[in-house]
């Protein structure tokens, strides 16, 4: 008789919510690094107002408590070109009820910036960054650069060594100098880049460096 009764009593008390309506996604701004999450409230709030809701990414917890009946979220600082999935469960003063569907979307390829230069140079890439090295003087023109990308660093080189003295003992001439940018926020920019020329001979027969 005792089960009967709480069984019966069972059935008038608040229960956690049911999984929230259909979980879609779509890129975010920018769409390489963010992801746009938008659902509908459960049609069974399980005798309880929805307080907030749980936010899972690839299984794992991004937001464990929303607090928020809002049903749109940004998830932000994603890698570019790569696959997520997310699912979401709602909350009210029961706890925390089912995940809804669980969809899958990739970011976006990260921009690249896109430049031209001038002059004898030669570029390549280290690791994730890339290089561009002058042998000779030029410009630097970034003509595209969407996500805003910063130049945190880069080195002029200085010319080359001054010539050799003559035989009455005259020194050669001197090199050239050298000089170091740093933090540089190049968007949208032309930077021109000059390599300096070797120094002339101080007294008789001497002969310019090379630059």
Same mark, same amino acid.
């Given at each position: 008789?005792?089960?009967?009764?709480?069984?019966?009593?069972?059935?008038?008390?608040?229960?956690?919510?049911?999984?929230?309506?259909?979980? @879609?996604?779509?890129?975010?701004?920018?769409?390489?690094?963010?992801?746009?999450?938008?659902?509908?409230?459960?049609?069974?709030?399980?005798?309880?107002?929805? @307080?907030?809701?749980?936010?899972?990414?690839?299984?794992?917890?991004l937001v464990a408590d929303t607090?928020?009946?809002?049903?749109?979220?940004?998830? +932000?600082?994603?890698?570019? @070109?790569?696959?997520?999935?997310?699912?979401?469960?709602?909350?009210?003063?029961?706890? /925390?009820?089912?995940?809804?569907? /669980?969809?899958?979307?990739? +970011?976006?390829?990260?921009?690249?910036?896109? &430049? /031209?230069? +001038?002059?004898?140079?030669?570029?390549? +890439?280290?690791?994730?960054?890339? &290089?561009?090295? &002058?042998? @000779?003087?030029?410009?630097?023109?970034?003509?595209?650069?969407?996500?805003?990308? $910063?130049?945190? #660093?880069?080195?002029?080189?200085?010319?080359?060594?001054?010539?050799?003295?003559?035989?009455?003992?005259?020194?050669?001439?001197?090199?050239?100098?050298?000089?170091?940018? /740093?933090? #540089?926020?190049?968007?949208? $920019?032309t930077h021109t880049i000059t390599?300096?020329?070797?120094?002339?001979?101080?007294?008789?027969?001497?002969?310019?460096?090379?630059?």
């Amino acid at each position: 008789m005792s089960m009967l009764l709480s069984v019966v009593a069972g059935q008038g008390g608040i229960k956690v919510p049911g999984a929230p309506g259909t979980l @879609s996604l779509s890129a975010g701004s920018p769409a390489h690094s963010v992801i746009d999450l938008s659902w509908s409230a459960p049609s069974d709030d399980g005798g309880a107002t929805i @307080s907030g809701y749980r936010i899972k990414k690839d299984g794992v917890v991004l937001v464990a408590d929303t607090s928020s009946t809002g049903t749109t979220y940004s998830a +932000t600082g994603l890698t570019a @070109s790569t696959s997520y999935n997310f699912n979401v469960a709602a909350i009210n003063e029961k706890g /925390t009820g089912a995940d809804g569907n /669980t969809p899958s979307l990739s +970011t976006a390829a990260d921009p690249a910036v896109a &430049w /031209t230069a +001038t002059g004898g140079y030669t570029s390549g +890439t280290s690791g994730s960054y890339s &290089w561009i090295r &002058w042998t @000779s003087s030029g410009s630097f023109t970034i003509t595209s650069n969407t996500t805003g990308k $910063t130049f945190t #660093q880069y080195i002029v080189a200085g010319g080359g060594g001054g010539a050799g003295g003559d035989d009455r003992g005259n020194g050669g001439g001197g090199g050239g100098g050298a000089r170091e940018l /740093t933090g #540089q926020s190049m968007a949208n $920019t032309t930077h021109t880049i000059t390599i300096g020329a070797g120094g002339a001979g101080s007294t008789y027969n001497g002969v310019a460096g090379s630059g």
